[in-house]
């Protein structure tokens, strides 16, 4: 459920508004308690099968950088980060996240997570030690939607590498950008997020008001976490930044010489949420990877929400080419803080898969033109034909 009054079409073909136009009919009860304030994403654990085909991947291949490892565990970052990592690759029976941890800005703030998810009624777990090397004082949370959230403010500080341009790869990865998140409800989980402190940037949705998808910022960039609908708690991806452009085409590159392109799963591309260039990828387990560039500023209070038509051909990539179902159906497991996978929930909304493709969706390039460019009727909207 929604409202759709106060917005504006932009020339672009989206919606802007100033609030996020997002209600929804099954809260999360907002807490009395004051969230924690939460500076932005930090790094995702992830419970890996093969230690060795994973360093290959995320080290040899992407380039990350090598904080500290041993034979159950890696600690990588990437080039600008100065606290201890960005991704942890901890080997198991069973390939799952593990925690995805979010920074705040005071020691302070972790009580106040503690008392946010404790009236929340969620399971909370506390370590003055931490849970992982490199970070003290931290807080693991079971959150309301299923997913393992952490919180922590003191991390050991590793050098930046941004300087070192003896060390850099034509693919090289600086900064963690973003998770992504597959949830049934996203409404309710938007609601929840924004009691927790985060803002919408941008969302999909169709004009009898189901939401497909949302984007929330902490930091001033478009996201530090989406939910995506469809059967969760699940991971999507977890995305990396690079500076340019053609560092994502590198990969690209490096990936075919390799002899590695079944890694690539979509793109590369231009995201019409978001504006960013982007890749996916995906890691020996089938964990799913973005690099990402250039999105945009958010930071200001009255940033403009941003509202795509799921029937927009030019929402997920703005040149029109397809989504490859993969990508709409395939995520990762998370844990519990006991380290079992959370059970999965079927999504009961609409799927965007099924609204947009096939014979009960359709997309459209220009609005009341819904067969497709030069194809006619058989490309419904893509022009790339029936791929999907
Ligand atoms: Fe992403």
Redesign the pocket.
Known sequence: MTHLDDRTMTSSGFYVSQEAPIVSDNPVPTPQAPAPDILRCAYMELIVTDLAASRQFYVDILGLYVTEEDDEVIYLRSTEEFIHHNLILRKGELAAVRAFSYRVRAPEDLDKAVAFYDELGCRVERRQEGFTKGIGDSVRVEDPLGFPYEFFHQSEHVERMSWRYDLHIPGELVRLD?F?QITPDVPRAVKYMQDLGFRVTEDIQDDEGTVYAAWMRRKPTVHDT?MTGGDGPRMH?V?FATHEKHNILAICDKLGALRRSDSIERGPGRHGVSNAF?LYLRDPDGHRV?V?TQDYYTGDPDNPVVTWDVHDNQRRDWWGNPVVPSWYTDGSLVLDLDGNPQPVIERTDNSEMAVTVGADGFSYTREGDQDGTYQGEAAKGFKLGHQL
Do not use: I, M, V
């Open positions: 973003h992504n989406a991806h995305c982007y973005e990402y």
